[in-house]
């Protein structure tokens, strides 16, 4: 796996906001999915977590000059944390699992979490 894989650009022209990436954690009650966003903005790019339940997200890095290296996106998703005073869902329950994973700019993305998915008993 190339963890050091990096897209040359989230945004194809049509438009400043680009999805990344969709998790699915299908052991979840109510079978939660989170998408991540990236909005281009002054020259940097600005990462935006969104859920059904609109949770404050906690992640980094938040904001970033060039798209991420294929590491920092798993670091990312893996870090995700939501205040437990405010969350909404249960969500940290949630993010507890291991979530699955879609994305067009991160081919490899899929088989990370697939294999590890299959390490821990998911699959």
């Not at 609109?54 to 938040?62: D, L, S």
């Not at 249960?90 to 991160?106: C, D, H, R, V, W």
Request: aromatic share 16%.
């Amino acid at each position: 796996m190339d963890f050091d894989y990096r897209p040359e650009t989230y945004f194809n022209g049509t438009g400043a906001s680009s999805l990344l990436v969709k998790l699915t954690y299908p052991e979840s009650q109510w079978g939660e999915e989170i998408c991540i966003f990236a909005t281009a903005l002054d020259g940097e790019i600005f990462f935006e977590i969104v859920d059904f339940y609109g949770n404050e997200y906690t992640f980094k890095p938040a904001v970033s000059k060039e798209p991420l290296p294929l590491q920092e996106l798993i670091f990312l998703v893996e870090s995700l944390e939501v205040d437990p005073e405010t969350e909404m869902g249960n969500i940290n329950q949630t993010l507890s699992g291991i979530p699955m994973a879609e994305s067009k700019l991160y081919p490899q993305l899929e088989e990370y979490f697939s294999q590890k998915r299959a390490h821990f008993g998911y699959l």
